[in-house]
Each structure stands twice: as C-alpha cells, then as structure tokens.
T-cell receptor, first 113, second 113 residues
Framework: DSGVTQTPKHLITATGQRVTLRCSPR?????VYWYQQSLDQGLQFLIQ???????AKGNILERFSAQQFPDLHSELNLSSLELGDSALYFC????????????FGPGTRLTVT | EDKVVQSPLSLVVHEGDTVTLNCSYE??????LLWYKQEKKAPTFLFML??SGIEKKSGRLSSILDKKELFSILNITATQTGDSAVYLC?????????????WGLGTSLAVNP
C-alpha cells in the first residue's frame, strides 16, 4: 500500500459524459501527478500539481482538466468522453516539486461505452 | 521531439537467468532517469539515476546511467518468478517552466520456473 488513494476503483460511463476522478496523496506529499495508461499507448503523463499550483503539463487533452485543492487532494475531470478515453488513470504523489520518487495509487479504471 | 525507447519489448527467461533491460533517450534538458516495476497494479519505484557511471543496487537489481551515450540499463541477476512484470523507464526533463516526465512503453519480463 503506497498511501495514495484513488476513487472510484472502476467507472463505466457512456460517450459524451463527464466524470471526476479523485486522488488523495500520501501524507506529507505536496505533488500530485496524473497519468493515463492504455494498452497501446503505455503510461502517459498528463499533468502535475505542486502545493495547489500547476507545475508541469504533459499530453493532457483540452477536454480534461485537473486541480489540486488546499488539503492537497486532487481531482481529474474528463468531459465529452470518447471511447478512446477508456484507460487506467493513475495518480502519483511525491514530496518534492520535481519528479523524484513517486508513489502510485491503485488507479481508476475508466470504461467508456 | 523528446522520446524514451525501451528494449526489448518483451523477454521470456528461465528462473536463475540474468537479464539486462535497456532504456535509451533523446531529450533536451535531462534531469534524471527513473526505473519502475509494474505488476498487475500500480508502478512501484526502483531507482532514480542522475549521474553517469554510478551504479545503484537493490538486492538482485542494479542500474547504471550513461549520459554520454544517452541510455540506462537495468540488470536483474538470478531471476525469480516474482520478477515477472513490466519494467518502465521514465526521463524527467526540467527547463525552467518546462518540466515533464517522458515514459517508455516498458519491457515485459516473464520468468518461467
């Protein structure tokens, strides 16, 4: 158990819908990272927040957005969902703002039908 | 374009064999290289490498970075069935406000008894 929690564990929704994934980092960690992992694309870095501010941006679509709240938990919002958005979404956390040792949550499996 | 390439994509060995996994990169503003192990769940951190030629070891696993030739290797000696996993390599870039993690697609290792 990494200490990073993610909810929900599984999510099934229809195309065009919007969902919110939630992540609570390990106690004391200030950085949260979001990743998308699909079979054909591997692990894709989406976005990083550090102490409430956006720190780094990867391949995040405009239909996706994220934020980190004052209590350091983070939410990833996915809207206008498409079939291709079906994937495992991981959240990771680290103490520092730069990508050193990251601890991954168990992931949220999103299925878009 | 920044990229991280891992080889081989897949590897099947017998218990007791030694394996070497490769990670090569072409990036600007290299900061560090990280290795992760992913079984049927979230990736777990193995090593972080920032300096050339300094080997990091953890039990039967070791890794080294060559910043001149732009690659890293991960060695696993006396493999066990529990080493079966996907091994992921990631490179962290840091250029002022441009920070990101680039992940390879992974090497899938299967260790047969």
């Amino acid at each position: 158990d990494s200490g990073v929690t993610q909810t929900p564990k599984h999510l099934i929704t229809a195309t065009g819908q919007r969902v919110t994934l939630r992540c609570s980092p390990r106690s004391g960690d200030l950085s949260v990272y979001w990743y998308q992992q699909s079979l054909d694309q591997g692990l894709q870095f989406l976005i990083q927040y550090y102490n409430g501010e956006e720190r780094a941006k990867g391949n995040i679509l405009e239909r996706f957005s994220a934020q980190q709240f004052p209590d350091l938990h983070s939410e990833l919002n996915l809207s206008s969902l498409e079939l291709g958005d079906s994937a495992l979404y991981f959240c990771a956390s680290s103490v520092a703002g730069d990508a050193y040792e990251q601890y991954f949550g168990p992931g949220t499996r999103l299925t878009v039908t | 374009e920044d990229k991280v390439v891992q080889s081989p994509l897949s590897l099947v060995v017998h218990e007791g064999d030694t394996v070497t996994l490769n990670c090569s990169y072409e990036v600007t503003n290299f900061r560090s290289l990280l290795w992760y192990k992913q079984e049927k769940k979230a990736p777990t951190f193995l090593f972080m490498l920032t300096s050339s030629g300094i080997e990091k070891k953890s039990g039967r696993l070791s890794s080294i970075l060559d910043k001149k030739e732009l690659f890293s290797i991960l060695n696993i000696t006396a493999t066990q069935t529990g080493d079966s996993a996907v091994y992921l390599c990631a490179v962290f870039l840091n250029a002022g406000n441009n920070r990101k993690l680039i992940w390879g697609l992974g090497t899938s290792l299967a260790v047969n008894p």
